[in-house]
């Protein structure tokens, strides 16, 4: 049930990603989104680290709190690209 929920997220990223950026930069993009969920694959290895150094997880919440964060505030400060009509799909050439 709980794969269910999550693996609805990414489809509608990659939808939003291709209407926002265009195609001509989609499977560059797509490729460093996934880069970083390998490395955030490893999260669980670092959150388990510290706690075996600290015993807390105070260190990685802190860390992955501020990185969304800062993620967020990036998100709020980004612009609609703006495209000229004869790059959006299902739009003829003006002539």
């Known amino acids: 049930v709980l794969f269910a929920f999550g693996g609805n997220v990414s489809p509608v990223n990659y939808s939003i990603l291709g209407e926002y950026f265009g195609r001509t930069v989609f499977a560059r993009l797509r490729g460093a989104l996934g880069a970083i969920g390998v490395i955030g694959g490893l999260t669980p290895v670092y959150a388990g680290w510290i706690f075996d150094k600290t015993d807390s997880y105070s260190i990685v919440l802190m ?10 505030f990036l998100l709020l400060l980004m612009k609609n690209p703006q495209r000229h009509i004869s790059q959006m799909p299902n739009h003829p050439n003006p002539q």
């Open 63 to 72: 860390t992955f709190s501020g990185l969304a964060a800062a993620a967020a």
